[in-house]
């Protein structure tokens, strides 16, 4: 892939995020007057003269007396230093908070997606060779049931299960070592990954099918070659397509499904934390994480851009 | 005796639409270092003869009759054995280069496996000899083909790659499936000559599968006919051509095109199509379709009979399945 097609994709992305942020930045300040967000019930003209003061200072620190575009332009630029500014909750800097807990939430959404992996391609692997047979289809309906449960509910029995009854993972998070970190994510990794192997075996199962169809297997197994090797090194590559599509748009999805479980299972990651952000319309954290997620989702979907050359040397990338 | 000896194999398969009898009691033989065609156009169960002598065939199909291998059974050959009996024993080159090769690994890669994985060779040994393999199917410039993809290969090119993937590990018997129908006239001489002198150089036995008589008529040293999953008339390839008994090869021959012919002389094609294979034969195949075809030819089989003065025990008896044969044997037919 040539260096003006990476530069054109690098624009593009640079478009994205850009497009993303007017709009969030815009809601976020249509929606309601942000003074109102800043100070309270005290914000309005109509609450005293007393007040008066708190409500200058507050238009003064915050610059909500300058045009939105100015504003935009101030708070991009600030982010584009590392400013992200301060929350209006407790005034604590909310790039302190991303950098505590994004990590966190970070190594969760890593961590469903290589367990989701490393799940279902073996899984759809050993279903697609035996196409059509019971066991195939028994895997099917248990594929269907992974999709169909709710990532709450699912915490809810993981949590139980091997939390509370049996004891294997524990019921609080911990974070003193690697070790007990994963350990303890285990079970949140667990919730969110379920539905993303189902839906991983569902599609990499179909083009497998396909692929076992093509010629170029014949040709393999009439190599004389293993049918693991048949399988692992001829069909998967060329049948990982669609899989690895859905995997990047999953990343967005991922995020939704963090909070929830963040929540479920009390980890201190950024899910929780903009949950929180949103019920109290505390902006600068709400932008802030938008923006990082916004980054995260079309960072991860030109990488796969690039693996689909990797998957198949045909793949030209154009700008 | 001979490399491969197959025997009454009868191919079924189960559809759901009840049983298809894709390949009945056919029975070949191919010697050391000899090539054999089997002829026979669409549907006439060639592919699935040698598919099933391959293991390729899926799990709906029944295979009955016997293949034996040098002194072996190929149909129940024990594990061990079957690991490295396909890809070193019997190679297969198939039909259509454009789909043959995987479309995402490096020629070498594809080139190299086979050895790897057979004979454990280093990368560096696999690597020289996969050099070697394409000079030998006399491609240019073969290191640095090793790097490239399949589709940066003309057809002709990706045939010879195939063919050179096949001979990896020294096969003593090549089944060539209509290797060259996917090709562009011009490259198909090119090919079949190159499986020609192949044969001979590495003292290989071929089974080339053709639907085209002519391809065969030079490069074979017996040639099998068939014609609805049947062997319709099986002999030395000089037999076949210089007395000729079942009309159904007699067809086949007067659909090859001539360069003697007089201009505008046209070729005669075999009127009607092939039989369904989902109805259980219980007359000869070719019957509906046949000039000669008599009261007897629509209700039973013909069984395949040889021809006076060879014997069935001869090393390539003159064999045919027909009723009214048309050579040699009508004669004799006669006067029996």
Not at chain 2, 255 to 263: E, K, V, W
Request: aromatic share 8%; glycine share 6%; net charge negative.
């Amino acid at each position: 892939m040539s260096a003006r097609v990476i530069a054109s994709r690098l624009a593009q992305m640079v478009l994205v995020v850009v497009a993303v942020t007017m709009l969030a930045f815009g809601s976020m300040n249509f929606l309601g007057d942000p003074l109102c967000n800043i100070i309270g019930p005290i914000c309005s003209e109509d609450s005293g003269e007393e007040f008066a003061e708190v409500r200058a200072e507050a238009r003064a620190q915050y610059h909500l007396d300058d045009s939105l575009p100015v504003r935009y332009g101030r708070w991009l630029g600030d982010m584009a230093t590392g400013d992200f500014g301060r929350s209006f909750e407790n005034g604590t800097k909310v790039s302190t908070t991303l950098s505590n807990k994004l990590p966190i939430t970070i190594t969760l959404m890593v961590y469903a997606q290589i367990l989701a992996v490393l799940v279902s391609i073996p899984w759809a692997v050993w279903s697609a060779s035996r196409a059509y047979r019971a066991v195939d289809k028994a895997s099917t309906v248990v594929s269907f049931g992974m999709l169909g449960i709710p990532v709450f509910a699912l915490s809810v029995l993981l949590f139980w299960l091997f939390a509370v009854k049996w004891d294997i993972f524990p019921t609080r998070y911990e974070d003193a070592t690697f070790g007990a970190q994963l350990k303890s994510l285990f079970l949140p990794a667990l919730s969110l990954a379920v539905p993303l192997i189902a839906t991983y075996q569902r599609l990499l199962r179909t083009d497998l099918i396909s692929t076992l169809q093509e010629d170029f297997i014949a040709v393999a197994r009439a190599k004389g070659l293993s049918n693991r090797r048949v399988l692992f090194r001829h069909a998967l590559r060329p049948s990982m397509f669609s899989m690895l599509t859905v995997f990047g748009i999953q990343t967005g999805a991922l995020i939704g499904g963090s909070l929830i479980v963040e929540r479920y299972f009390s980890i201190p990651g950024i899910g929780a934390e903009v949950v929180e952000a949103i019920i109290r319309d505390d902006f600068p954290t709400v932008l802030a994480v938008v923006v990082v997620v916004t980054v995260i989702f079309v960072v991860v979907n030109f990488i796969v851009d690039l693996l689909y050359g990797f998957l198949d040397p045909r793949v030209q990338l154009d700008g | 005796m001979a490399l491969l000896d197959v025997t009454n194999l009868a191919v079924t398969f189960k559809t759901p639409k009840g049983p298809v009898y894709a390949v009945s009691d056919v029975s070949f033989a191919v010697g050391k270092g000899e090539a054999l065609g089997i002829v026979g156009e669409s549907g006439s169960g060639k592919s699935v003869t040698v598919k099933s002598l391959m293991g390729l065939l899926p799990r709906t199909a029944k295979v009955e009759g016997t293949a034996v291998y040098d002194g072996e059974d190929v149909f129940n050959l024990p594990k061990s054995r079957r690991k490295h009996f396909y890809g070193v024993d019997v190679a297969m080159v198939f039909q259509n280069p454009m789909t043959s090769l995987n479309p995402v690994k490096r020629i070498g890669e594809q080139l190299m496996e086979g050895m790897r994985f057979h004979r454990g060779l280093s990368r560096a040994d696999a690597k020289a000899r996969a050099i070697e393999l394409l000079d030998l199917v006399r491609i240019p410039d073969p290191s640095s083909r090793l790097r490239q993809y399949p589709h940066e290969l003309s057809g002709g090119m990706r045939q010879r790659v195939v063919i050179a993937m096949a001979l990896a590990n020294d096969p003593a018997l090549l089944i060539a499936d209509e290797p060259t129908t996917a090709l562009d006239v011009t490259v198909q001489r090119d090919i079949l000559d190159l499986l020609d002198s192949l044969r001979a150089d590495l003292d290989m036995a071929l089974i080339l599968i053709t639907h085209d008589l002519g391809v065969v008529r030079d490069r074979t040293d017996n040639i099998v006919v068939m014609y609805g999953g049947r062997v319709m008339e099986s002999a030395a390839t000089e037999d076949v051509f210089a007395d000729t008994e079942h009309p159904y090869t007699e067809a086949l021959q007067s659909a090859i095109p001539d360069m003697s012919m007089p201009r505008g002389t046209r070729l005669d094609p075999i009127p009607g199509s092939p039989p369904d294979l989902a109805i259980a034969p219980r007359s000869c195949p070719f019957a509906p379709r046949c000039n000669y075809a008599s009261d007897e030819c629509h209700t039973s089989i013909p069984a395949l009979r040889a021809v006076g003065d060879t014997a069935v025990d001869a090393a390539s008896p003159h064999l045919f399945a027909c009723f009214n044969p048309r050579g040699v044997a009508a004669n004799e037919g006669a006067s029996a």
